[in-house]
């Protein structure tokens, strides 16, 4: 049965397995994103006033906001990718989609870590069953099943199809779990943007929404240069794919 | 005052960049290793 | 609405199948009253705080012993290699899923109107709220529940290890619901004061319903292709 798992598509044309690199785009990506972390990382930790009431521990924010804001660009990457998906269906959205989702796993492990951190030092207690914590619990279990999804047996197309309509349908829920929870519980976390109402270490100053915006630049170069090193490489690894159909072919003869 | 959590925090968040970065390069590795056994056979 | 008759047609053939064998049926049930059971060890039935835990254990009856039911809607035909035949059939995806739909709905109803009143007898609960209210809520708790479940389990049938893949899957997914009746639950049996905040949850939870009804329908064709 594995035989022609890819068979779906014509068997590889021409037998050149030559790396097809192109090295200008992923370098540039990879200095500009060592670069620019740098800079997040001056910014964060020099730059940036310090808050009077958390002292250093609220430095963790920066990150954990940045993570926060790259996983969700990356689940809302897979989710139109998924939609260009079922309508044209190529399957370089197909895997966009997929390296997006695994990113954005990645990087919600690190606003699930850096929560309950940031949690114990200002509310001191490790996990609160706050809205938007629980959001993204719920967002990073549907997002590992919707990995698992894609690790089930079968031809590509098929598994690019449900994992899709899987994608929809997680991202659509996740607005009516936060609005679920926020119901459920009161909310825990300061309004940082706006007026929010007088809570000491609500607001924000102005050293700090620089350097917040800056790592929020430095993780979407990150992100970028994941999304790229993660297409290229499930290309590359499709080439070899059908290339060993090929031979399976030839062996036949 | 809050060092150790700050510490904690950013150690946290490297560490799981840096192995996401090392998953990446397994994979690579094993990809390059597969490519040079067929480019073998192909020979 | 030739649509409709062919999802009531297929409905039909699962709940007469099922009626012949009574395999699903008989193991749902028996599952909730063995819930129930390890309830009552978990939870001293003769304690009076028990009573707080009581609508909490409705909704984990119901979405444990639906998953046994969904898990196999799609499953059985699977083995029985009437999944291509279905597929093929002159019907539109949409039939086929309302048809699942509608047989594991019923299925699920008469589960909860067995183990239901089994767990307020065995947990000496007195209804104090609203009983019209309650059987709304667990209407429409177990409609978003079954609609989306069954939409899932069509997907999930793909799979080698669907019935490990379709807990996860689930789960997630429905929280909204979950926290939702749980909730209207709670107030309705226990504290009928707060009844606005419940008919709030109420609300919520159609909302849902109705928008993952749509959804499931207009993506179901890309779920059911041959």
Redesign the interface.
């Known amino acids: 049965m594995s035989m022609n798992l890819e068979r779906e598509k014509e068997v590889l044309v021409g037998s050149q397995l030559a790396e097809t690199k192109k090295l200008n785009l992923s370098s540039i990506l990879y200095v500009g994103t060592v670069i620019s972390m740098l800079v997040a990382l001056y910014f964060i930790f020099i730059y940036a006033a310090e808050e009077k009431t958390m002292g250093a521990a609220q430095k963790i924010f920066y990150f954990h906001v940045s993570s926060a804001w790259l996983a969700f660009m990356a689940f809302f990457v897979t989710f139109v990718c998924s939609i260009l998906f079922l309508i044209k269906r190529k399957r370089i959205f197909d895997t966009y989609a997929y390296v997006s989702a695994e990113i954005g796993v990645v990087f919600t492990i690190i606003v699930l870590t850096t929560g309950p951190i940031w949690a114990k030092s200002s509310w001191n207690t490790w996990w609160v069953w706050e809205p938007r914590l629980i959001t993204t619990l719920i967002l990073f279990f549907i997002y590992v099943a919707y990995i698992m999804i894609r690790q089930m047996d079968g031809v590509w197309d098929k598994k690019a199809r449900l994992a899709a309509v899987f994608g929809i349908i997680g991202f659509a829920d996740v607005p009516i779990v936060f609005f679920a929870i926020r119901w459920w519980q009161t909310k825990f976390h300061p309004i940082v943007f706006g007026d929010g109402p007088s809570q000491s270490g609500g607001g924000i100053e102005g050293t700090m929404l620089t350097a917040l915006f800056v790592s929020l630049a430095a993780f979407t170069i990150l992100y970028s240069y994941f999304l790229y090193k993660g297409v290229s490489f499930e290309n590359m690894k499709i080439k070899v794919e059908r290339y060993k159909e090929k031979l399976r072919e030839d062996l036949d003869k | ?3 150790e ?2 510490y ?3 150690s ?2 490297w560490v ?2 840096f192995g ?1 970065v090392l998953i ?1 390069g397994k ?2 590795t094993k ?1 390059k290793k ?2 040079e056994f ?2 073998q ?2 020979k | 609405m030739n649509q409709m008759r062919t999802a009531l047609f297929l409905a039909k053939k699962d709940l007469y199948s099922e009626l012949k064998t009574k395999q699903i049926l008989v193991t749902q049930i028996i599952f909730a009253a063995l819930v129930i059971v390890v309830f009552s060890f978990a939870f001293d039935p003769a304690n009076n705080t028990t009573k707080a835990v009581i609508p909490g254990v409705i909704w984990v009856i119901i979405v444990f012993s639906g998953i046994l039911g969904l898990n196999r809607s799609f499953i059985s035909e699977q083995r029985n290699d009437t999944i291509q035949g279905l597929l093929v059939a002159p019907m539109e995806a949409t039939s086929i899923y309302l048809g699942k739909f509608l047989a594991n709905f019923t299925m699920m109803l008469i589960v909860e109107l067995v183990s239901i009143p089994f767990l307020f007898l065995l947990f000496d609960f007195k209804f104090l709220g609203s009983i019209p209210y309650f059987i709304l809520v667990i209407f429409l708790g177990s409609f978003g529940f079954i609609a989306i479940g069954t939409f899932l389990a069509a997907l999930a049938a793909n799979s080698k290890s669907s019935e490990m893949l379709l807990p996860l899957l689930l789960f997630p997914i429905t929280t909204p619901i979950l926290i939702g009746v749980v909730q209207a639950t709670r107030i309705i049996l226990t504290n009928m004061e707060k009844f606005s905040s419940a008919l709030a949850w109420i609300q919520l939870v159609t909302a849902y319903d109705v928008i993952f009804f749509v959804v499931c329908f207009l993506l179901i064709d890309y779920v059911l292709e041959v």
Do not use: P, T
Request: net charge neutral; charged share 15%.
């Open positions: 005052m809050g060092f959590y700050m904690g925090a950013y946290v968040a799981v960049i996401y990446i994979r690579h990809l597969e490519i067929l480019k056979l192909d």
